[in-house]
């Protein structure tokens, strides 16, 4: 594997006339929205992530690929500090995660949560204000018209006052991601945001994130469907409880990294098969 | 509606009522984060532990028993913790064993004491006294005004107002985090918001009714108010903030209702003897819950079809 090189080799470009290896890292985590060093997350005994390193860009959209169990959902919480890490150390945009806790946006998978909770459509979005509102703020005036754009970016708005029990599964993702949009944040992370969702729900939200991305934010995203991860995204991560390769699309995402993340049962002419199968376990 | 009532109903009904609403609200929580049976489980393990308060102190008051009670309830949390995690069972499992046990446990040290002198017994921990709890000192609703009668309010009902006011006020303060974390942990938490915190903050405050309201009025209504008046107001409304004022009055009516029912109602259909006003409360806010399945206007999960 060659993309821890090849990171190095990004950095030390980057890095103000060269330096050696450590102070290239540094440099890198200075900058990067989003990096990770030795995270290792575990519940009970087995680790569910081991020692990861990972650095996601800006102005890119990166995808977090893996079999079922390999830790993606487990790598995001913990860079949110939802779930506590055992070891290893987390910065978003070169500072400690609670420093820059208002940089970031997260959507949630959606199964993760209740929808047939008494609430609307709005109130959900409002959730991504309370950083502005607080315990007691009212969403009136500018956070309401914030939240009611973030509704029109997402073709809800005429859902606003909308049971969210009402909604079909594509139409609850939009919610999640307008609630994400409402934090307007830099960094982005989603938890599979194409699970069961449509296919105009699907392309909807493509279009969402790389309008994200065009506005030079990063967004990171754990995501299934192996067919589409050239055509959404720029970068990917591949990770097996460790990390596998990590790279844009062209350098790290192969037959050698798919075989070496799904257990090396896989070429890369069976990309399809694995797709229509399901992922591997 | 005299000097009368002052005197025989109105504190026993006032009770009752802070008891119900001290129940109510934290049960609307627990409800939504599928943890009802949590209410229950508290009000069955602050048996031993007001047994025990009561064995070491050798008297019926009101402070050792309370810190007996939560003391059995931080045991139960551990105990359930550990049988979880040690036994690999899943959590309703897990308190159910604990709670059913550390409550025969309770009834069994209860009976072996001796008790008959108190009025500490396995009815009075599952009925309460609410009865019992009036206001002899009145004449009237004069009383009212009048410090020195007001003095000989039944402590019962001056506790319970102030652990009412304490969960109402909590809940209003908090209630941002609590909405944010009930219906979306994973979120709350990337906003920084505590939310285990919050989560075990819920419990405590539950456990704080329950502990409060099992003096006064034992814990068959505790057991009812944390579910029921919660249940059917889910059933009127399809948000957060309205169902919540809906079981505050579901939980008002049950206590009043339930009062009156259980003093009057056996005279009106021609019987002697009054029943058990916590038991008649409970019977109420269980049929307020039937009638809400039967007719509450969002009865049907509306997501059902939909997703």
């Given at each position: 594997?060659?993309?821890?090189?090849?990171?190095?080799?990004?950095?030390?470009?980057?890095?103000?006339?060269g330096g050696t290896v450590q102070e290239d890292n540094a440099a890198e985590l200075a900058r990067a929205p989003l990096a990770v060093r030795g995270l290792t997350v575990s519940y009970g005994e087995k680790p569910a992530v081991f020692s990861v390193d990972a650095t996601f860009a800006d102005k890119a959209m990166t995808a977090i690929v893996g079999p079922n169990g390999a830790g993606k959902s487990t790598l995001l919480k913990a860079c949110l500090g939802i779930v506590p890490r055992v070891a290893g150390e987390v910065r978003v945009f070169g500072q400690p995660l609670e420093a820059a806790r208002h940089r970031i946006a997260y959507v949630p998978q959606r199964a993760s949560v209740d929808w047939d909770f008494p609430t609307t459509v709005l109130d959900v979005v409002r959730m991504g204000l309370y950083r502005e509102a607080g315990l007691f703020g009212r969403f009136t005036g500018r956070l309401d018209t914030r939240a009611r754009k973030c509704l029109e970016r997402v073709g809800m708005a005429d859902f606003a006052t909308r049971q969210i029990g009402q909604l079909s599964g594509g139409q609850q993702q939009r919610v999640f991601l307008a609630r994400a949009l409402a934090q307007e944040a830099d960094l982005y992370l989603l938890d599979e945001p194409f699970a069961g969702v449509d296919a105009a729900t699907e392309r909807a939200i493509v279009d969402v994130l790389k309008l994200l991305k065009a506005e030079g934010k990063a967004v990171v995203a754990v995501h299934h469907d192996l067919a589409t991860v050239a055509d959404y995204f720029d970068r990917v991560f591949l990770i097996n409880v460790r990390r596998i390769a990590e790279?844009?699309?062209?350098?790290?995402?192969?037959?050698?990294?798919?075989a070496a993340a799904y257990g090396g049962r896989l070429a890369a002419t069976h990309v399809d098969e694995l797709v229509l199968a399901g992922p591997l376990t | 509606m005299g000097a009368d009532f002052v005197q025989f109903s109105l504190t026993p009904i006032l009770i009752g009522v802070f008891a119900a609403i001290a129940c109510a609200l934290p049960g609307n929580f627990l409800?939504?984060?599928?943890?009802?049976?949590?209410?229950?489980?508290?009000?069955?393990?602050?048996?031993?532990?007001?047994?025990?308060?009561?064995?070491?102190?050798?008297?019926?008051?009101?402070?050792?028993?309370?810190?007996?009670?939560?003391?059995?309830?931080?045991?139960?949390?551990v105990l359930i913790e550990l049988v979880k995690r040690i036994g690999g069972v899943e959590p309703g499992a897990a308190m159910?064993?604990?709670?059913?046990?550390?409550?025969?446990?309770?009834?069994?040290?209860?009976?072996?004491?001796?008790?008959?002198?108190?009025?500490?017994?396995v009815e009075h921990a599952l009925m309460g006294n609410l009865e019992s709890l009036i206001w002899l000192r009145a004449e009237g609703w004069h009383s009212l005004l009048d410090v020195e009668a007001l003095a000989s309010l039944p402590p019962e009902l001056p506790r319970m107002a102030l652990t009412c006011l304490l969960i109402t006020a909590l809940m209003l303060v908090f209630w941002r985090w609590l909405k944010i974390a009930t219906f979306d942990e994973g979120f709350a938490a990337s906003l920084g918001i505590p939310a285990a915190a919050v989560g075990f903050a819920l419990v405590i405050a539950a456990a704080l009714s329950a502990v409060a309201a099992f003096d006064a009025v034992g814990s068959i209504i505790v057991i009812a108010m944390f579910v029921c008046p919660p249940a059917a107001a889910r059933l009127m409304t399809q948000s957060l903030e309205r169902q919540v004022i809906w079981s505050v009055a579901f939980a008002t009516l049950s206590a009043v209702l339930g009062y009156v029912l259980a003093g009057y109602g056996p005279l009106w259909l021609g019987g002697a003897d009054a029943v058990s006003a916590a038991g008649m409360i409970a019977v109420v806010s269980g049929v307020i819950l039937g009638l809400a399945c039967l007719f509450g206007p969002h009865r049907a999960r509306v997501g059902a079809g939909a997703a």
């Open positions: 594997m060659t993309n821890g090189d090849t990171s190095n080799v990004l950095a030390a470009r980057i890095a103000p006339g790279g844009t699309v062209a350098e790290a995402f192969n037959a050698e990294t798919l | 409800i939504l984060r599928r943890q009802a049976l949590i209410g229950d489980a508290i009000s069955h393990v602050v048996l031993p532990g007001i047994v025990v308060a009561f064995l070491v102190t050798g008297a019926v008051s009101a402070m050792p028993m309370l810190l007996g009670a939560a003391g059995a309830a931080v045991l139960a949390v159910g064993v604990v709670f059913t046990t550390l409550f025969a446990a309770g009834v069994l040290i209860l009976e072996q004491s001796d008790t008959s002198s108190v009025h500490l017994d």
